[in-house]
């Protein structure tokens, strides 16, 4: 994917009938890119990095499953293109994957505010995550949401040595209860390193 596609419009929005007829084949391959751009840290985070073609991906499946027409189209492209990462950051959904509903519940009440302890690490140079100001994802009793969106600003020097293979780039929390790492493997870098521009 270019690394200039750093907005959807509505011109690179198809027809929902068009799509409905695409839509398994544009699912499937779609799968090789998010698999590559996804990294597990611990037992339950794991970070999506989104580009270009994950967030069209998205729309398209928000308008084809709502089947809102033209009305629908700005306001996803609203939702989804502050997600496309722009020269020099990465963006990242990041998900606590729990299957058991209990389980879910307690897991997250232990992670009040676990969005402020996110960090990427460049060869021992620490980037902290940013994250939405406007959005409380901590309910009253502490549970976090399950959903958060996080962004990474790398400056040029960081930039440089993201793209060197013998640096190392770890992905972590600092959390109280979930303080765990994630070396980002290669392959993930070169993908990643497209969106940094």
Not at 1 to 7: F, G, L, Y
Not at 27 to 47: D, E, M, N, Q, S
Request: some cysteine; glycine content about 8%; hydrophobic content about 40%.
């Amino acid at each position: 994917m270019p690394a200039d596609q750093r907005q959807i419009t509505r011109a690179d929005i198809i027809d929902m009938t068009l799509y409905g007829e695409e839509r398994a084949e544009r699912r499937k391959a779609i799968l090789p890119l998010k698999k590559l751009r996804r990294v597990a840290v611990g037992p339950h985070a794991t970070f999506y990095f989104e580009c270009y073609a994950t967030m069209l991906s998205q729309v398209h499946e928000m308008l084809y499953i709502e089947r809102g027409g033209e009305a629908q189209i700005a306001d996803e492209l609203n939702a989804y293109n502050p997600l496309i990462p722009q020269k020099g950051e990465l963006v990242a959904t990041v998900m606590f994957e729990i299957e058991d509903e209990g389980e879910r519940g307690r897991v997250l009440r232990q992670l009040t505010h676990i969005e402020e302890t996110a960090f990427l690490d460049v060869g021992g140079d620490r980037v902290k995550a940013s994250f939405e100001n406007d959005v409380d994802r901590t309910a009253a009793d502490g549970k976090t949401s399950s959903v958060h969106f996080l962004r990474f600003g790398l400056n040029p020097a960081q930039v440089a040595r993201f793209r060197d293979p013998g640096v190392p780039v770890i992905l972590g929390f600092t959390h109280k209860s979930y303080g765990h790492l994630a070396i980002v493997p290669p392959a993930t870098r070169e993908q990643l390193a497209l969106d940094l521009g």
